[in-house]
C-alpha cells in the first residue's frame, strides 16, 4: 500500500532553516510527483510547491520563492522540502502529498514551530 | 486569500443532504475537469474523497459524490452521519502561472 513518511517535529528559532523529509514506499517513486502543503494553526490548506520525482522539475509558490527548496533522493525514495529564514508565521503542520494533479496520498504531517 | 471559494461553514442533520459549492474562474474550476475534494477531521492529514469533478477513490462512500456547472463545483454528502463532521476542501487545476490559491479556504461541516 502507497505511504508516506514524514520526519519528526522540529522547533526553530526565527531566522534558521528546517529540512522535512518525506519517504515513500508501496508505488513507483519516479513515476508521481510529491507536492507540499502546509496549514498554520486554525488555518487552511497552502500549497508550496511541487517537484517532479522523475527529472527533478520544480514549481513554487511565488511567495516562497528563494526561501523554500525541494528535493529528491530517488535512491531511497525520499523527497525533501527545506524552508529557509523561518519566520513566526511558518510555523505549520507541513505534510507531503504524492500528486499528478490530485494529491492522492498525504504523509502524516510535521509539525514545525518557530518560536524564540 | 484562496482563489477557490467556499462556505466556511455547513450544517445538516444525520440522514440529510448537504452540498458545499467552490466557485473559481474559467481558469481553473471552469475551464478543466480536474476539481478534487479533501475532507479533514481535527489533527489528521487531508484524505482526498473526489477526483476529476465527481470520481470517488476506492473505499470511499458512494454518499459523496462530486459535480460542476460553470465556474461552481459542488460536493454532495448525502445520508450524512456524525463521522462526516470535518473539514472539506476543494482544489483544482490552474493555468495560472502562479499556482497560487490551489485549495479553497475550507467548510466546515456541523453534523447536528
Known amino acids: 500500500q502507497v505511504q508516506l513518511v514524514q520526519s519528526g517535529a522540529e522547533v526553530k528559532k526565527p531566522g534558521a532553516s528546517v529540512k522535512v523529509s518525506c519517504k515513500a514506499s508501496?508505488?513507483?517513486?519516479?513515476?508521481?510527483?510529491i507536492s507540499w502543503v502546509r496549514q498554520a494553526p486554525g488555518q487552511g490548506l497552502e500549497w508550496m510547491g511541487w517537484?517532479?520525482?522523475?527529472?527533478?522539475?520544480?514549481n513554487y509558490a511565488q511567495k516562497l520563492q528563494g526561501r523554500v527548496t525541494m528535493t529528491t533522493d530517488t535512491s531511497t525514495s525520499t523527497a525533501y522540502m527545506e524552508l529557509r529564514s523561518l519566520r513566526s508565521d511558518d510555523t505549520a503542520v507541513y505534510y507531503c502529498?504524492?500528486?499528478?494533479?490530485?494529491?492522492?496520498?498525504w504523509g502524516q504531517g510535521t509539525l514545525v514551530t518557530v518560536s524564540s | 486569500q484562496s482563489a477557490l471559494t467556499q462556505p466556511a461553514s455547513v450544517s445538516g442533520s444525520p440522514g440529510q443532504s448537504i452540498t458545499i459549492s467552490c466557485t473559481g474562474t474559467?481558469?481553473?474550476?471552469?475551464?478543466?475537469?480536474?476539481v478534487s475534494w479533501y475532507q479533514q477531521h481535527p489533527g489528521k492529514a487531508p484524505k482526498l474523497m473526489i477526483y476529476?469533478?465527481?470520481n470517488r477513490p476506492s473505499g470511499v462512500s458512494n454518499r459523496f459524490s462530486g459535480s460542476k456547472s460553470g465556474n461552481t463545483a459542488s460536493l454532495t454528502i448525502s445520508g450524512l452521519q456524525a463521522e462526516d463532521e470535518a473539514d472539506y476542501y476543494c482544489?483544482?487545476?490552474?493555468?495560472?502561472?502562479?499556482?497560487?490559491?490551489?485549495f479553497g479556504g475550507g467548510t466546515k461541516l456541523t453534523v447536528l
Open positions: 502529498a504524492r500528486s499528478v494533479d490530485v494529491f492522492d496520498y
Open positions: 508501496g508505488y513507483t517513486f519516479t513515476s508521481y510527483g
Open positions: 517537484i517532479s520525482a522523475y527529472n527533478g522539475n520544480t
Open positions: 474559467s481558469s481553473d474550476v471552469g475551464g478543466y475537469n480536474y
Open positions: 476529476d469533478v465527481s
Open positions: 482544489s483544482s487545476y490552474t493555468s495560472s502561472s502562479t499556482l497560487e490559491g490551489v
